[in-house]
């Protein structure tokens, strides 16, 4: 009888056991869905910042007009100008003028100056 009553006592603490580590799981499942499903917003998230970023913007109107003037500043110079005198010669802030080159896309080179590596050159393309 003193066996029997053993193995009841066991056959509890080991259903009790279990039920506890079932509900240890169970939470542990709903954590990790919880925290996937954040993981995975953030990915969209960045893959959509970065869409963005891979985009060139579309240039304006007066974006359109500056990068003829400058066209033609740099045809004017041999096709090549030190991006210093060509943003001072159009008044444009360095703000500006790094917009308007990448609102261009491909139409003018930019590189680094052979005497001075600090220095840019524009380049016609």
Same mark, same amino acid.
């Given at each position: 009888?003193?066996?029997?009553?053993?193995?009841? $006592?066991?056959?509890?603490?080991?259903?009790?056991?279990?039920?506890?580590?079932?509900? $240890?799981?169970?939470?542990?499942?709903?954590?990790?869905? *919880? +925290?996937? $499903? /954040?993981?995975?917003? $953030? &990915?969209?998230? +960045? /893959?959509?910042?970065?869409? !963005?970023?891979? *985009?060139?913007?579309?240039?304006?109107? @007066?974006?359109?007009?500056?990068?003829? &003037?400058?066209?033609?500043?740099?045809?004017?110079?041999?096709? /090549?100008?030190?991006? !210093?005198?060509?943003?001072?010669?159009?008044?444009? @802030?360095?703000?500006?003028?790094?917009?308007?080159?990448? @609102?261009?896309?491909? +139409?003018?080179?930019?590189?680094?100056?052979?005497?001075?590596?600090?220095?840019?050159?524009?380049?016609?393309?």
């Amino acid at each position: 009888m003193r066996a029997d009553e053993l193995k009841a $006592e066991n056959a509890e603490e080991l259903r009790a056991e279990i039920d506890s580590l079932r509900t $240890e799981l169970e939470t542990l499942r709903q954590k990790w869905d *919880t +925290d996937l $499903e /954040r993981v995975l917003r $953030e &990915i969209a998230y +960045d /893959r959509q910042r970065l869409s !963005k970023l891979e *985009t060139p913007p579309n240039p304006t109107p @007066s974006q359109k007009d500056r990068s003829e &003037i400058l066209r033609a500043l740099l045809a004017a110079n041999s096709g /090549r100008m030190l991006v !210093k005198e060509a943003r001072q010669k159009m008044h444009l @802030s360095k703000s500006q003028f790094s917009q308007l080159l990448a @609102s261009m896309d491909g +139409d003018i080179e930019l590189k680094p100056y052979y005497l001075d590596k600090r220095q840019k050159i524009l380049k016609l393309k």
